[in-house]
């Protein structure tokens, strides 16, 4: 019988957490363990390599200060939106960006935030201006938007980009091609469909 080990918490702070929030480390952890254990190898190659490993990643991440402080900086930036729908069935409102610096090209999210009901352009554009209001982002800057082709991202009027364009004049839309690939994979034949699988692979 093997013995799972659980990773100790000790290097997270978790008390101050709500219960939910524990529960969530304590389940990584838990998952963390359950595969070293399924490999044979002790359990100090969790606590020696993969937690410290872990750690190492979150702290490289660049908190949302750096980003827009960065992104400030920058000559020029991208956006990309996406609205889908998470597995409790709430809308979410995703805005990722693109720019340079540090002589390289970094990616991230902006920001995310559950949409209402309501999933109209112009509760997007709301929601935008709202979560973005205190960056002070020079919007003049963004020369591309990519979003899905959906009426409420790109419809003439009453659209998220259309909307954008009072606040953002120098950008150019482009369609997100996984969107394109995904609505055209449904009535491929099955041999086309897997050459497209096979091509989006090596492009992700």
Known sequence: MIRIRVMSTKSFVVVGYPVSTRKRYYLASYRVAYRVAKTGKLHIVAENLILPAAMNMVEIRLSK???????????????????STDVTDCPQFVVLVRFEADRSIIEDILFRKALSANTTGQCMYDLFLESTRDYEIDWTKCIVICSSGAKAMTGNKSGLVAKLKSIMPNFTWI??????????????PSDLNDVLKEVIKVVK
């Open 65 to 83: 200060q750096e980003i827009v402080e960065k992104l400030k900086k920058s000559p020029h930036f991208a956006l990309q939106f996406d609205e």
């Open 175 to 188: 369609h997100c091609f996984l969107y394109r690939s995904a609505l055209a994979s449904k009535v491929l």
